[in-house]
């Protein structure tokens, strides 16, 4: 399917591999112009060696909002500007709510709400003058149902995802877009990480498809929310999930 964005530029954060190379990789083959970060120059070169087109590797830590401002800037000078961001980052560890640690609480803050913030401000000045952007980010299925022992996910990503609606609505009419992605049963390093190769038959049992996702399922569902022809769309939570919501809404 022909996305209608060859030519455009997209910023990807901690892209080099799971669910932020996947979109990379699937704006690439759409001509998109990527400029993708991680903090490792080595993982960072070589995920942009893999994809097709021109791929600018960048090395940044978006973990802190003065690191993800740094990357988005770098981006923007390498690009010649900055049309699609892809906001990603990498997930809080595990825990439990009655045990919420506020020193972790406070970094998986920072990772997944204040950085992924501060990287949509940066780069939406330019959307808005040139009257035209989209802004994709990746969270979790957690902001809809939040999970067991991930009090530091479902806290910190529910609080972006207050953030992105609220901003969907203020700048759509400058022909910018905001959407956010929901992984759910996608096999990945860190879906590994969390439940362990044990408990993998388990996850994949409950889920409707019966089978879990590929890294390259979501990738593509969410480079179609940067496509031309997407610009109605704003202000949506999409579970990527094998159908694993129930919720009629």
Known sequence: MDLGIAGRRAAISAASKGLGFATAEALAREGVRVA?????????EEAAARLDGDAVALVHDVSEPEGARRFANEAREALGGIDILVANNGGPPMGMAHETDFATLQASVNRCLFSMVALCQEVLPGMREQGWGRIVAITSIGVRQPLGN?????TSRAGFTGFLKTLAREVVKDGVTVNSVLPSSIMTERIRQLVGEEGIP???????????GSAADFGCVAASFCAEWANYVTGVALPVDGGSDASLI
């Open 36 to 44: 993708l970060c991680s903090r490792d120059r080595g993982r960072a």
């Open 150 to 154: 991930m009090v530091y996910s479902n």
């Open 202 to 212: 388990r996850m994949v049992a409950a889920v409707p498809a019966g089978r879990a």
